[in-house]
């Protein structure tokens, strides 16, 4: 038996609960897993409250990252007592996911667990970290360096921005924070901020184009906040958008692309592939300072995430939640 976050639909409507699980119960899967620790994100909190269709099929165990280790294995690459992690691939969506004490995964979605990373720093950075970091590579390979300008990261306060912030000044570029909560100023300049904006500076419908001001960007946000991001990035800038916080919706023009020659990057975390997940792996290692994990995260234990969504969904809670499935 183990203890997950069970998510059901039927007559009796929308419910997740604690639940106390068979292994009979477990997905198909040539990897069994025993998680020591899963992460509650944004997606998390979105398919846990039923607020947005995340959930594809039912009955499912939300997480979109754990770390544990490997307990029964048919995969080539992994045996008993490998530690590995596991970031996107559907699994908290149309696959029993990481807010439980046992998954049974592919194989193929699995990366073996860095070499001095424990399985709580790995999720300490989680999804989030290896979003920002996917950033920043698809950043740089555009071209982008510290002596192109300062760039701008929105939606600061949350996980991918908490930890873009680290990354892109640990790096030496000059950043701009973007957030909600200006009380927050010396957190985000903790983490390496230079400049800190409120983000109803970029929140709200703007120009077609806005003065130039920063290089590039990092957004997790969306909706208006990147139109706005877009309108006010240099000429030959680079925008990396990986969220939706704020909305899907993109109330832009091609102006920026046209008359600034701006670049928009989609990121997505989801589906990467073996060697793009293991060498943003590698690099989080080397440009991370790992002591500001301490300041980025808090855990919690599995029977407290419910509780805590809410506060995700309202943008009440500061960086990354740590979940220890095991208390």
Not at 29 to 55: E, H, M, Q
Not at 220 to 235: F, I, R
Not at 278 to 287: F, G, K, N, S
Request: with cysteine; glycine share 12%; aromatic share 6%.
């Amino acid at each position: 038996m183990f203890k997950a976050i069970l998510i059901e639909k039927n007559t009796d409507g929308y419910q997740a609960q604690l639940a106390d699980l068979h292994d009979e119960q477990l997905p198909a899967g040539d990897v069994t897993v025993r998680v020591s620790y899963s992460t509650l994100n944004y997606k998390d909190g979105l398919a846990i409250s039923g607020k947005s269709p995340v959930v594809r099929q039912f009955p499912m165990i939300p997480g979109i990252d754990l770390a544990g280790t490997v307990e029964a294995s048919n995969h080539p690459h992994y045996q008993v007592g490998d530690r590995v992690l596991l970031n996107g691939w559907g699994v908290g969506e149309s696959h029993w996911g990481g807010l439980a004490q046992k998954a049974r995964l592919r194989g193929d979605w699995l990366i073996p667990l860095p070499k001095g990373l424990s399985e709580r720093q790995a999720m300490a950075i989680g999804t989030a970290g290896y979003t920002a970091m996917l950033c920043l590579l698809a950043l740089e390979r555009h071209g982008l360096t510290p002596a192109r300008g300062e760039v701008l990261v929105t939606g600061a306060n949350g996980g991918v921005g908490s930890f873009a912030i680290a990354l892109l000044a640990r790096r030496g570029y000059q950043v701009i924070a973007a957030t909600g909560r200006i009380g927050e100023t010396e957190y985000l300049k903790r983490l390496g901020a230079a400049t800190v904006i409120d983000r109803n500076e970029l929140s709200n419908p703007g120009r077609a184009l806005a003065k130039e001001r920063w290089a590039a960007a990092i957004d997790s946000v969306g909706s208006h906040t990147l139109a706005n991001v877009c309108a006010g990035t240099h000429a030959d800038g680079v925008v990396a958008a990986c969220g939706l916080a704020q909305g899907m919706e993109f109330p832009a023009t091609v102006a920026p692309f046209i008359l600034r020659g701006v670049s928009l990057l989609g990121i997505n975390s989801v589906t990467r592939s073996y060697k793009e997940r293991v060498e943003a792996w590698e690099r989080l290692c080397t440009d991370l300072d790992l002591s500001l994990l301490d300041q980025i995260t808090h855990e919690i234990g599995l029977s407290e995430a419910m509780p805590v969504v809410e506060q995700l969904l309202n943008g009440k809670v500061r960086g990354r939640v740590v979940v220890d499935v095991n208390r």
